[in-house]
């Protein structure tokens, strides 16, 4: 266990809809990164915040927003949703100055 | 633009063998080279990783070997075991305000040992 959570554990939608995934880093962890996984594109960072700031941004779609709230929890919002968004969506969180990102168990999105 | 190219894209593996997976990079502000390890339904852990300047990092029975002029890196898992089995994954950060949690990942190689 890695101490990072994920919720919902699986998430099925219709294309168009909106959905909201949820993380909790490790305890203490102020950065929070997350990651869509798929079969042709691979691990693909989208988006890293710190301590309730973005910091650095990936290959993410103008769709899909985060944000990461007082308490370090973090949500990753896909809105407009397209079948090609099917995907693993991983959250990982760290450490300030540590070098060992932490993954949680994803979130595995359907969208038909 | 991939910026991380890691082959083979499958490995066979007889138990007790030596189990090699490498990797290549294209941005030279690249400054920590982890591997991680994924087994179904799981998310990526951290293995082993290394900073360019050292060109070898052993940990038990796994093993990177770094190249910086040639721009590759390489993982050995050593006595190889059916527990090995799983998608292997190569990844690139740049130092970034000193959390390197935002990695450029290789496409994965998915591993399997045979008993």
């Known amino acids: 266990d890695s101490g990072v959570t994920q919720t919902p554990k699986h998430l099925i939608t219709a294309t168009g809809q909106r959905v909201t995934l949820r993380c909790s880093p490790r305890s203490g962890d102020l950065s929070v990164y997350w990651y869509q996984q798929s079969l042709d594109q691979g691990l693909q960072f989208l988006i890293q915040y710190y301590n309730g700031e973005e910091r650095a941004k990936g290959n993410i779609l103008e769709r899909f927003s985060a944000q990461q709230f007082p308490d370090l929890h973090s949500e990753l919002n896909l809105s407009s949703l397209e079948l090609g968004d099917s995907a693993l969506y991983f959250c990982?969180?760290?450490?300030?100055?540590?070098?060992?990102?932490?993954f949680g168990q994803g979130t595995r999105l359907t969208v038909v | 633009q991939q910026q991380v190219k890691q082959s083979p894209q499958s490995l066979i593996v007889q138990k007790g063998g030596i189990s090699i997976i490498n990797c290549a990079y294209e941005?030279?502000?690249?400054?920590?080279f982890p591997w991680y390890q994924q087994f179904p339904g799981k998310g990526p852990a951290l293995l082993i990783a290394?900073?360019?300047?050292?060109s070898e990092k052993k940990e038990g029975r796994f093993t990177i070997s770094f190249n910086k002029s040639a721009k590759q890196f390489s993982l050995h898992i050593m006595d190889s075991q059916p527990g090995d089995s799983a998608t292997y994954f190569c990844a690139a950060s740049p130092n970034y305000g000193g959390s390197q949690g935002n990695l450029i990942f290789g496409k994965g190689t998915k591993l399997s040992v045979k008993p």
């Open positions: 941005n030279t502000a690249f400054d920590y």
């Open positions: 290394i900073r360019p300047d050292v």
């Open positions: 990982a969180s760290s450490a300030i100055g540590s070098t060992e990102a932490f």
